[in-house]
């Protein structure tokens, strides 16, 4: 197990050192040393309180205290949304078809039908509606992540003067002036307090901003969420401590965090978006980094947008030169028969075909089909291209608490100085948490829920009844309640610090007797107490004493002769699916890193619950003194890191992504926000802070963590289905492509119209839909995915000339099989045109049935990696969608909308030589994927 040291670093790595983007550090760190007439001079001023005119003077300098808010650029937005790569292809396809329709074919064609502009009705739809969807999907994240920029409408004590008088009586603040000061507060808005204010907190309040602590009394702050620490820290007028971590200074509250008990004097030091809170807000209110989806969608654009400019121009060159070169005479060419202008047509037609036109509505509904699945299972999916991000990640970064644990302290032990479970501990320890009046904090709350989960019933309303309390106070740091019970009489019964209760006792209770307490006995039980602490757990002394039933009024100076009990242990103890989750992370390939605000100690203690084995362990002070380099390094070697702060977390999760690492984040605290933002996807669990969700795109409604298997699942079947079809239909349409330039160069005619060409492409693209419910291999799903751009291509140039081997076959069984091309040729030489325009009709009726099914065949082969409809099989929407392609194919050049898309039937003999060609194709194609297999050693 590495544990790395904080070290010196040179001065040149220190200039490579990253940055805390927290500006007011500095000033922080200062004011905590200072002491109250340097913390005055700092901030200008004489005396503590500010006046009208101070307060007015700084409201001017300072603003006020809150969050600039951002704005929604609805131009730019929209421009993202419908003016992305793959949508400008088909906003240039569509603009073609209409000027197409609307001039008659540029003056090339004296009639026109409806079929010429369906195509580009449906491509204006599918970019309306993709675009429509990323639109709105924009601003609904916009304004979910402007609550942020808001503080919560709410009131505070300030204390300011309303003259000028006595002035001179408040130059410091100590016990002689307190009081008064305190009288003068007045509750107002916290967004009018500026830097300079001095504000009264006591217990329930918000922290309104960043404040220096001036005087204070018993006060405990709760900031777990910022710091991801379960129980209440106590806060001082001085700072005691050395640290580099500015939210371990015990004289600073921060805005966000909230007063447990006590009271206190503060001074406020910065405000609005000088706040640490404000940090964390700008961190989550900034563009959001790509995420793994968006990067591998853009990439797989450009890779079919280079495919498209390099095959385009080719068909051009050779449809027009082909052409060119078999006239007989150029001299008298008008526009309509040059073959040079005509070629466009054809090219803009290959176009068509080589653009997954479907692209944008097969991923939505892939993604919406999974986020359907992932809401049966109590997850909101805010975000759907999460889904596949989630099945991407090999690293899963989360907090500790709240997380991977209920966030909620529990009662684990309850032990006499000999290791041994007594009942009679239990009951006493519960009549003191039960009967005490003050604050209840999160220890007497476990130690009630610990008896009501055993059904555990000690009958407090006829064998017990309250006598006195003696409340707990922090000098002291315990609490007695005095007790009369059925069987044993009046007792007492102490419970605090350890060591406060061992200085209260003169007995113990040992091997189930009452002995005299001596130095080993004292010894052995710091031990203990030392021990259990050093393994995060909070540990509690518990003693006891009978008391003479006479006495009813007790006091503090009666906490004495008492009989040590022994231990209560306590912990925020995992979530019952964490280790099971753990096990199948490691199946599916994540490796599990916990980033915590939480200290090391306790975090040890979690990880040994749930069976956590750890590499390595890195501080947020490592994490400050490291270089860029030496963190890259670290961030794979550990899989622990602690006391970290948001914005170190945030430098962690983006060095793993420098590192090529595509990172879950999970966290529940305000403190994981800017880190959700910036992961690639962001999961967040029922308990977390508003903030939180907000940040994530992933919501997990129910405790169990088990769901994140099933997400995962999920996502990488998404993908999966997703690969598929690109691969499957970039790779058919290349091979058409193929088949095009050979008939370019071979036929005499088009193989195939460029109306046919495209509807051929869109109830192919339609039958697709069906791969949303697609099963993928589980070899797949066992392992993380990733968008791979560069394997489309030889994915699509090993098949794509599969397909177009056997239309090449096919061009020459029809066209010379069956006679087509010497007839075609004849018909022409002879002058009858007619004739041979429905000849070229029956041989593109002929391949238009070939082309539709051989590509609704091949999803069965290419959609596994095992032989199909043996070793897997298709559930039955593909079934039935294959079926219905084959029939369409059957059915259309044999029917009247054969001839509406100008293509004439094909012989009959013509079904059965199909039946041979396509049965060559499937076992090609099979035997193909093997060698495919072999020679890449992957599949999709």
């Not at 600039?68 to 419908?82: D, I, M, V, Y």
């Not at 100590?174 to 009018?192: A, C, F, P, S």
């Amino acid at each position: 197990m590495i544990k790395i040291k904080s070290k010196l670093i040179s001065k040149d790595k220190q200039k490579n050192k990253r940055k805390n983007g927290f500006s007011n550090e500095g000033l922080i760190k200062k004011v905590s040393k200072f002491n109250q007439d340097e913390l005055k001079h700092e901030f200008n001023l004489t005396h503590f309180g500010l006046t009208h005119d101070e307060y007015t003077e700084r409201e001017e300098k300072y603003g006020r205290n809150e969050l600039k808010k951002s704005r929604f650029n609805w131009g730019l937005e929209f421009f993202r949304a419908f003016l992305g790569p793959f949508n400008l292809i088909l906003i240039a396809i569509t603009i073609y078809y209409f000027t197409s329709y609307a001039t008659y074919s540029f003056g090339t064609e004296e009639t026109r039908t409806s079929f010429d502009i369906v195509g580009a009705i449906i491509i204006t739809i599918m970019v309306i509606l993709s675009g429509t969807i990323s639109f709105v999907q924009s601003a609904r994240s916009y304004f979910i992540t402007k609550k942020i920029s808001t503080i919560v409408q709410s009131t505070t004590n300030v204390i300011r003067h309303k003259s000028n008088e006595d002035l001179l009586n408040f130059l410091n603040v100590d016990q002689n002036n307190q009081v008064e000061l305190v009288r003068l507060g007045e509750e107002i808005d916290i967004k009018t307090i500026v830097p300079g204010d001095l504000i009264y907190l006591s217990s329930g309040d918000m922290i309104p901003a960043d404040v220096r602590i001036i005087q204070s009394t018993d006060l405990f702050i709760n900031q777990s969420s910022l710091t991801g620490e379960s129980l209440p820290v106590e806060k001082h007028a001085n700072n005691l401590v050395e640290t580099t971590n500015i939210l371990d200074l015990q004289n600073i509250c921060y805005i966000g965090t909230s007063v447990v008990s006590g009271s206190a004097i503060a001074f406020v030091i910065a405000t609005g978006s000088n706040t640490y809170f404000s940090t964390i807000a700008k961190t989550i209110m900034e563009k959001r980094p790509e995420g793994s989806f968006t990067k591998g969608v853009k990439n797989v654009t450009h890779v079919l947008l280079g495919f498209m400019l390099v095959m385009v121009p080719i068909v051009y060159l050779i449809n027009a030169g082909v052409h060119w070169a078999g006239l007989s005479s150029t001299a008298d060419l008008t526009l309509k028969d040059n073959p040079w202008f005509n070629a466009i047509f054809f090219a803009v037609a290959v176009a068509v075909g080589l653009t997954p036109e479907m692209l944008p509505m097969i991923v939505t509904t892939n993604l919406a089909n999974g986020a359907g699945r992932m809401a049966k299972q109590k997850v909101v999916v805010k975000k759907l291209d999460a889904i596949q991000s989630l099945g991407a990640i090999d690293v899963l970064c989360t907090d500790k608490t709240g997380t991977l644990t209920n966030d909620k302290i529990e009662l684990i032990d309850f032990l006499t100085t000999d290791k041994v479970v007594d009942p009679r501990l239990l009951e006493y320890l519960y009549m003191n948490a039960y009967f005490q009046t003050g604050l209840k904090n999160p220890m007497d709350k476990a130690i009630i829920d610990y008896a009501s989960k055993n059904n555990i019933n000690f009958n407090t309303h006829k064998e017990f009844k309250k006598v006195d309390e003696i409340p707990f106070d922090f000098n002291r740091r315990k609490l007695t309640i005095v007790f009369d019970s059925q069987d044993d009489g009046r007792v007492m019964v102490t419970k605090g610090s350890t060591e406060e209760i061992l200085s209260s006792c003169d007995k113990i209770y040992y091997q189930g007797k009452i002995q005299p307490i001596n130095e080993q006995f004292k010894r052995q039980a710091i031990a203990y107490y030392e021990k259990i602490n050093s393994q995060g757990k909070r540990v509690l002394g518990i003693a006891y004493k009978e008391i003479a039933n006479e006495q009813k009024r007790f006091a503090v100076s009666d906490e004495t002769e008492m009989i040590f009990f022994g231990f209560a242990s306590f912990l925020d103890t995992p979530k019952p699916s964490t280790t099971k989750m753990i096990k199948l992370l490691k199946k599916y390939g994540v490796d599990l890193k916990i980033i915590t605000g939480d200290n090391e100690s306790v975090t040890r203690a979690v990880c040994n619950m749930i069976n956590l084995e750890i590499r390595g362990i890195l501080t947020g002070v490592d994490v400050d003194k490291m270089s860029d380099e030496e963190l890259k390094k670290a961030v794979e070697k550990c899989n622990i890191f602690v006391k970290l702060n948001p914005l170190q977390k945030v430098k962690i999760v983006k060095t793993l992504k420098e590192n090529n690492h595509i990172i879950g984040y999970m966290g529940d605290g305000i403190n994981d926000a800017p880190v959700l933002r910036q992961s690639d996807v962001g999961i967040s669990v029922n308990n977390a802070t508003d903030i939180a969700k907000d940040a994530s795109d992933i919501i997990l409604l129910e405790k169990s963590l088990l769901v994140l298997e099933k997400g995962i699942i999920q996502g990488r079947t998404i993908f999966g289905n997703i690969l598929k079809y690109i691969k499957l239909t970039t790779s058919s349409n290349f091979g058409n492509t193929l088949s095009l330039i050979v008939a370019s160069a071979w036929l005499p005619f088009l193989p195939m119209l460029p109306v046919q060409i495209l509807f051929q492409n869109l109830f192919y693209d339609l039958s697709q839909f069906a791969m949303a419910v697609d099963r993928v291999d589980e070899s797949f799903v066992h392992k993380p995915q990733r968008w791979k751009a560069n394997d489309i291509i030889p994915f699509v140039l090993f098949f794509g000339p599969i397909s177009s081997m056997f239309d090449v076959i096919t061009f020459a069984i029809v066209g010379y099989g069956l006679n087509v091309i010497p007839e075609y040729n004849s018909a022409m030489n002879n002058g009858f045109v007619d004739q041979a325009n429905q000849l070229a009709a029956k041989f593109q009726g002929s391949w238009f049935l070939i082309g539709l099914i051989t590509q609704a065949m091949v999803v069965q082969i290419l959609r596994t990696e095992k032989v199909p409809l043996i070793q897997s099989r298709s559930p039955w929407p593909v079934n039935v969608t294959m079926v219905g392609m084959i029939v369409l194919a059957y059915a259309i050049p044999y029917s009247p909308i054969g001839g509406l898309l100008s293509m004439n039937s094909p012989s009959l003999w013509f079904i059965l030589i199909s039946f041979g060609i396509i049965s060559g194709y499937c076992m090609t194609a099979q035997f193909g994927k093997v060698g495919y297999k072999k020679i890449f050693k992957h599949w999709l």
